[in-house]
């Protein structure tokens, strides 16, 4: 290209910047055109807006009792538009409250394991040789522990406290997490753009900063989707054991540990949580694969 | 004389090993680079070359302290920078850059091209205003041939000559006086090719950049070196200027090396004697006693076997690694050398 035709293009283009589109910019291009991600994403914007509005929106109150209604089935006449239960809560509230301590669960215990793994994570694969080597095999060490036997024991010994659950379930979670952040740290470390960065006098905890944890997000990212839903079944499971959240508070798993007791009774004190839960699930796992193509690490990285 | 910018003495880059199973502990020494010396001028390009896997990026991320040094000596501009502290080092990387080989793998996907040119200037100037980053970006990418408007654009968006630049940029942003390029163009296509040396040689000229060109191919290194160096299995087998190197190689390697760079025409190509290299280049584990490349080499005798040749001077001004080369017929592939111009480059 001569210097006139270059200076016809610069004219041409009159200098104006074009806004490049970054890498997540185009997945959340691509994660548009997927329909099962696209679905479950609005089918968790809606429940999370559910859960919040639902109980003000709401006559009745999720600890006390409609004592003209108990075990009544889900009927517009008496207001309780999901029926209640055998002492006479309304169970519209009780899955709506229920469904923010699991939501809450989901998202805090994955926030926890997501600090805790990332840093893990990243700190053994960017560190690499013998620190690599012990810290990975602390972890391996407290992976075979049986996890539900400590959460047991822990509920057992601190009591039933919902911030403990947060921790247990979070402390366990990040295993999964600092094993993939390494993995893919490993990788990234060895990129020539981590070299370029030290050869631009860049200093590790710069590198780290800029490169290493950038190009970590997409693969994080994914995990968590798949993380909330992993940990809201295990809440679920501790509270179907009794050991999980305390009445009157509740979640999706105490009420359907409720609703089986009564499943020939009053089918619909089991139907309802149990459906809310099932269609959370499904969203968060849709969308955790949605994002997954979208953000496809062979992709790009 | 001119004082060199860059003095390399008996420079070794070792990496060990470990070749035992999972329960035994088995370590062996690499030496990727054994006792390389060499001067860099100022404003003078001095071309690397050898086969792959023969120490020359090992050498190039040396030189910019990427790899600590196992021994010898690197002098820039008379001070010493083997030994000393990280931070002296990063320091002293704003006088010497690098220019990587793979052109989109060396810039980072999550950034745009003028977080990546700014971020040397970051780093290395750190009272520098964003209206002063902004102003001295567009210039240098102007410079390499980019337009200032794609500066937020994302180097996925870029072909791979384009990603060159912006690694070029990236180099040249903090004014450094040597710039490793380390492969530049073994990734890119034939033409492409073309633009980005002549680039460079644009640039050393305008800017008065000293260069260290390493590259396996013969045709692009004769078109930008003032001095060529080739290298085998870690060692310099022969330091020379340009034309001695095409016209009056001495090294048996450096010959076969030429000989093995094709003639673009078929007539003459065919009926060229070719006596190609036999055999792959032993393992550096375990590389030949003497001289290195005597596994081989046609004229090799016992004497090569027991003692390693140092490098030495000719009267030519070549400096020769070979314990035979005044016994070697001078010219023993004369289309090579007297039909130098259609082996030249793009």
């Known amino acids: ?301 | 004389m001119r004082s060199p910018v860059l003095k390399v003495r008996g420079l070794e880059a070792h990496f060990r090993v470990d070749a035992g199973s999972l329960f035994r502990h088995d370590y062996h020494t690499i030496r990727a680079v054994d006792g390389v010396g060499f001067d860099v001028f100022p404003a003078e390009t001095l071309g690397i070359v050898g086969e792959s896997g023969c120490g020359k990026s090992t050498l190039a991320r040396t030189l910019l302290g990427l790899k600590r040094p196992s021994g010898g000596s690197i002098e820039w501009l008379g001070e010493e920078l083997v030994g000393t502290r990280e931070e002296f080092l990063r320091k002293k990387r704003r006088e010497i850059q690098i220019i990587f080989q793979d052109p989109s793998g060396s810039l980072d996907p999550r950034m745009t091209i003028g977080e990546i040119v700014a971020e040397p200037l970051k780093t290395f100037y750190p009272s520098m205003s964003k209206l002063q980053i902004r102003e001295r970006v567009i210039g240098i990418l102007q410079l390499v041939g980019l337009l200032p408007d794609q500066i937020n654009r994302y180097p996925h968006e870029f072909s791979g000559g384009q990603c060159q630049r912006v690694g070029i940029a990236r180099a040249l942003v903090v004014n450094p006086r040597l710039v490793v390029c380390d492969e530049p163009v073994s990734a890119l296509d034939v033409s492409i090719q073309a633009q980005i040396v002549n680039l460079l040689k644009d640039l050393q000229k305008k800017l008065q950049l000293s260069l260290i060109f390493i590259a396996h191919d013969l045709s692009v290194v004769r078109h930008v070196s003032d001095r060529v160096l080739v290298m085998y299995l870690g060692r310099v087998m022969e330091v020379a200027d340009r034309a001695n190197i095409y016209h009056a190689p001495r090294h048996p390697y450096t010959r076969a090396l030429i000989e093995s760079v094709p003639i673009p025409d078929p007539v003459r190509e065919r009926a060229r004697a070719r006596r190609s290299l036999q055999g792959d280049m032993p393992s550096p584990l375990d590389p030949p006693s003497g001289c290195v490349f005597r596994t081989r080499c046609p004229f090799a005798i016992d004497r090569c076997a027991a003692e390693v040749p140092r490098l030495e001077l000719l009267d030519n001004g070549n400096q020769v690694a070979c314990h035979r080369h005044h016994e070697l017929p001078g010219e023993p592939w004369p289309e090579n050398g007297a039909d130098s111009k259609e082996t030249s480059a793009p």
């Not at chain 1, 859960?51 to 006449?77: A, K, N, R, Y």
């Open chain 1, 1 to 301: 290209m001569n210097e006139s035709t270059r200076d016809a293009f610069d004219q041409a283009l009159d200098t104006r910047e074009i806004r490049g589109r970054s890498l997540y910019i185009d997945a959340w291009h691509r994660l548009l055109k997927n329909k099962a991600a696209v679905a479950g994403l609005v089918v968790l914007v809606v429940m999370v807006l559910l859960v919040i509005v639902g109980p003000m929106l709401s006559q009745w109150d999720h600890e006390i009792p409609d004592w003209d209604h108990s075990s009544t089935p889900p009927s517009l006449e008496t207001g309780h538009l999901f029926g209640t239960d055998a002492i006479g809560r309304d169970l519209f509230v009780r899955t709506m409250i229920g469904g923010q301590i699991s939501l809450l669960v989901g998202l805090l215990a994955t926030l926890v394991s997501l600090i805790i793994g990332v840093s893990y994570g990243a700190v053994a694969g960017y560190l690499g040789g013998r620190v690599d080597n012990v810290m990975m095999r602390i972890v391996d060490a407290v992976y075979a522990m049986p996890f539900m036997f400590l959460v047991i024991l822990l509920m057992v010994v601190f009591g039933r406290n919902i911030f403990l659950i947060f921790l247990a379930i979070g402390a366990i979670n990040w295993l999964d997490m600092a094993r993939i952040v390494r993995g893919q740290t490993l990788s990234l470390k060895n990129k020539d753009f981590v070299e370029a960065a030290r050869a631009c006098g860049a200093t590790e905890a710069q590198i780290i900063r800029r490169h290493i944890v950038p190009n970590l997000l997409g693969v994080v990212i994914v995990y968590v989707t798949l993380t909330i839903p992993q940990v809201i079944l295990v809440e679920s499971f501790l509270s179907f054991l009794g050991l999980g959240v305390q009445e009157p508070l509740t979640s999706w798993g105490a009420l359907v540990n409720e609703g089986t007791q009564e499943l020939e009774t009053a089918p619909w004190s089991l139907m309802f949580p149990a459906g809310f839960l099932a269609v959370t699930l499904f969203a968060f796992n849709f969308l955790g694969d949605g994002l997954r193509d979208a953000l496809d690490p062979k992709d790009r990285l």
